[in-house]
């Protein structure tokens, strides 16, 4: 089950000041050595290490490609490109990419079991146990 904690947003520049949220919570965070562990107790034919090593090459495949510009789908899963963040010219005679590309990201797109509709059908959450939100800790300050 997803878990949640409440947030308010305090931006200066926000359009609804004050109003409360909600953020995923993240219990903990796996490496491929994890998930390979995960993988291989779901009666697997195949070890830890081999399944390790088929996600590693993975990770450096998707990687190899992505920089070629091409799109990698993983079905039920993401499609993996890269994006770019770039700077305005004045015209495109002006665009160069030396001075107008600023960065590069990783992109994914959600696809079949993993898309925003599909989720809402089957995603469950409720509010994390225990933590902080801020008003608490402002009236614990007080108190103390």
């Given at each position: ?41 779901h009666n697997s034919p ?27 789908k993983i079905e039920d ?31 994914s797109r959600a696809t ?33």
């Amino acid at each position: 089950m997803l878990k949640y904690k409440l947030y308010q947003d305090n931006r200066s520049n926000s359009q609804f000041p004050g109003k409360w949220y909600a953020r995923a919570a993240i219990n903990e965070t796996i490496g491929i050595d994890g998930l390979a562990a995960h993988m291989a107790s779901h009666n697997s034919p195949f070890s830890k290490g081999t399944i390790k090593g088929i996600l590693a090459d993975m990770v450096i495949c998707i990687r190899e490609l992505t920089l070629q510009g091409v799109a990698v789908k993983i079905e039920d899963l993401a499609i993996f490109s890269l994006g770019i963040k770039t700077k305005p010219a004045d015209s495109s005679s002006k665009f160069s990419a030396q001075t107008n590309v600023e960065s590069f990201y990783l992109r994914s797109r959600a696809t079949g079991q993993f898309t925003r509709a599909e989720l809402k059908t089957v995603a469950s959450i409720s509010e994390m146990d225990k933590y902080m939100v801020e008003d608490e800790a402002d009236d614990e300050s007080e108190n103390a």
